[in-house]
């Protein structure tokens, strides 16, 4: 009876060690391999969305085809992390801090209290913030030193795959891309806000110099090595079947959209006719334009390339 075990036992061992082991070390090397091409591949797109500054659905959907070419599904998620230049008011006291500067009494929302700038910048109504003034102790109740101002603060602005998809994909995705919005000299000198652009028929996320742009990739499921794995090791790894997992991301570093002169499709450094016959030629047909042309074309920026954007 011992000897009928004893044979058994070896029988199965033996195709543990010269079947079972060297098929699992081969879908081993597989995953491996799956793991360096899904790597190259998240990378190179990573690095093409940062270097031309903006993302389209192509783009995008492109990505996944090759993802799928190394056999496995995936769930991708991505984040942008914009850098946003928010207008603020500033009412300034007579006092100087430590470092010579006035001290800020107050600070409102620039769209809170546009109406308010406006009459104080266009008729120099000097009083007319003096009752934030009033709420520090200290401060002169003359109406000649308060002071308001028109400056930004910089923030953080995160943008998930739901709502980077749902704009790419979206038929009323068009956001201006200017802050005309902005009436006075000083606001329309200011940074503008990272905005996301697109025509009225079709997403562009544009990025700006400076913001972050990641992905995350983790394949959903189960490869022949990890069930290879369960059963070698009784189920011991049950239930972690991740083979391959990416987090990778970087800062934009180029924005090909922005051109010196907005409306010059062809970058001649001129606004002629061959802009004009460009234009023309998109009406016609929709291909006849790259990513960037259109964002070029779109001269006024109301999300429509049309007669009206010709010089």
């Given at each position: 009876?011992?000897?009928?075990?004893?044979?058994?036992?070896?029988?199965?061992?033996?195709?543990?060690?010269?079947?079972?082991?060297?098929?699992?070390?081969?879908?081993?090397?597989?995953?491996?391999?799956?793991?360096?091409?899904?790597?190259?591949?998240t990378?190179?797109?990573?690095?093409?969305?940062?270097?031309?500054?903006?993302?389209?659905?192509?783009?995008?959907?492109?990505?996944?085809g090759?993802?799928?070419?190394?056999?496995?599904?995936?769930?991708?998620?991505?984040?942008?992390?914009?850098?946003?230049?928010?207008?603020?008011?500033?009412?300034l006291g007579?006092?100087?801090?430590?470092?010579?500067?006035?001290?800020?009494v107050?600070?409102?929302?620039?769209?809170?209290?546009?109406?308010?700038?406006?009459?104080?910048?266009?008729?120099?109504?000097?009083?007319?913030?003096?009752?934030?003034?009033?709420?520090?102790?200290?401060?002169?109740?003359?109406?000649?030193?308060?002071?308001?101002?028109?400056?930004?603060?910089?923030?953080?602005?995160?943008?998930?795959?739901?709502?980077?998809?749902?704009?790419?994909?979206?038929?009323?995705?068009?956001?201006?891309?200017?802050?005309?919005?902005?009436?006075?000299?000083?606001?329309?000198?200011?940074?503008?806000?990272?905005?996301?652009?697109?025509?009225?028929?079709?997403g562009i996320?544009?990025?700006?110099?400076?913001?972050?742009f990641?992905?995350?990739?983790?394949?959903?499921?189960?490869?022949?090595?990890?069930?290879?794995?369960?059963?070698?090791?009784?189920?011991?790894?049950?239930?972690?079947?991740?083979?391959?997992?990416?987090?990778?991301?970087?800062?934009?570093?180029?924005?090909?959209?922005?051109?010196?002169?907005?409306?010059?499709?062809n970058?001649?450094?001129?606004?002629?006719?061959?802009?004009?016959?460009?234009?023309?030629?998109?009406?016609?047909?929709?291909?006849?334009?790259?990513?960037?042309?259109?964002?070029?074309?779109?001269?006024?920026?109301?999300?429509?390339?049309?007669?009206?954007d010709?010089?």
């Open positions: 009876m011992e000897d009928v075990v004893q044979r058994v036992f070896a029988i199965l061992l033996s195709v543990l060690i010269f079947f079972l082991l060297p098929l699992y070390i081969a879908f081993e090397k597989k995953d491996d391999i799956a793991y360096a091409l899904a790597l190259k591949i990378t190179k797109f990573v690095d093409q969305v940062t270097e031309s500054g903006y993302l389209t659905m192509e783009m995008y959907d492109n990505y996944l090759e993802l799928a070419t190394t056999g496995n599904v995936y769930e991708v998620k991505m984040e942008y992390t914009a850098k946003q230049y928010n207008p603020v008011i500033q009412i007579e006092k100087t801090g430590s470092n010579g500067k006035s001290v800020i107050k600070e409102y929302d620039y769209m809170e209290k546009k109406d308010e700038y406006e009459k104080y910048e266009n008729e120099k109504v000097k009083d007319i913030f003096l009752d934030a003034e009033r709420e520090v102790t200290g401060f002169s109740k003359t109406r000649s030193t308060t002071k308001a101002q028109l400056t930004y603060k910089l923030s953080d602005r995160k943008f998930s795959t739901d709502q980077i998809l749902t704009f790419l994909n979206g038929s009323d995705n068009f956001v201006p891309s200017n802050t005309s919005s902005y009436s006075t000299k000083t606001a329309t000198s200011m940074p503008a806000n990272p905005r996301i652009y697109g025509l009225r028929d079709e996320m544009t990025l700006n110099t400076g913001d972050q990641t992905i995350t990739v983790r394949n959903t499921n189960t490869t022949i090595a990890s069930m290879l794995f369960n059963t070698l090791t009784l189920g011991a790894n049950s239930g972690n079947d991740t083979k391959v997992y990416i987090n990778y991301g970087t800062t934009v570093k180029n924005q090909e959209y922005k051109v010196p002169l907005r409306g010059d499709i970058q001649d450094a001129v606004l002629d006719s061959r802009d004009n016959a460009l234009i023309d030629e998109y009406i016609r047909d929709k291909s006849a334009l790259t990513t960037v042309q259109k964002i070029i074309a779109d001269r006024n920026g109301d999300g429509v390339i049309n007669s009206s010709k010089n």
